[in-house]
């Protein structure tokens, strides 16, 4: 089993930055993917990056060159830097883990993330 743990979500204007953080524990070294997707109200849960082991990133066309994600393998940790945020970014954004091996999904319990002037 893997569990996720988010922080860092909030209420911030638009432009602004915030840094979302997750800590994954449990059977670690199963950890393939991570990653965050976000689901704003009345929408389907959506991508937002992805990062694998070795360090390959993904990311939705709607936030490229806008958010950063980041790995510390070491930390069993992934940060979703997020720059000029927008109101269409407003959601709850959830931690994405995969199984290397089974493909298995584990999600953490998500943070809001809300942008408003």
């Known amino acids: 089993q893997v569990q996720l743990v988010e922080s860092g979500g909030g209420l911030v204007q638009p432009g602004g930055s915030l840094r979302l953080s997750c800590v994954a524990s449990g059977s670690i070294v199963s950890i393939n993917t991570m990653g965050w997707y976000r689901q704003a109200p009345g929408k389907q849960r959506e991508l937002v990056a992805t990062i694998t082991r070795g360090g390959r990133t993904n990311y939705a066309d709607s936030v490229k060159g806008r958010f950063t994600i980041s790995r510390d393998n070491a930390k069993n940790t992934v940060v979703l830097q997020m720059d000029s945020l927008k109101p269409e970014d407003t959601a709850v954004y959830y931690c994405?883990?995969?199984?290397?091996?089974?493909?298995?999904?584990?999600w953490g319990q998500g943070t809001q993330v809300t942008v408003s002037s």
């Open positions: 994405y883990a995969d199984h290397l091996f089974t493909k298995r999904e584990y």
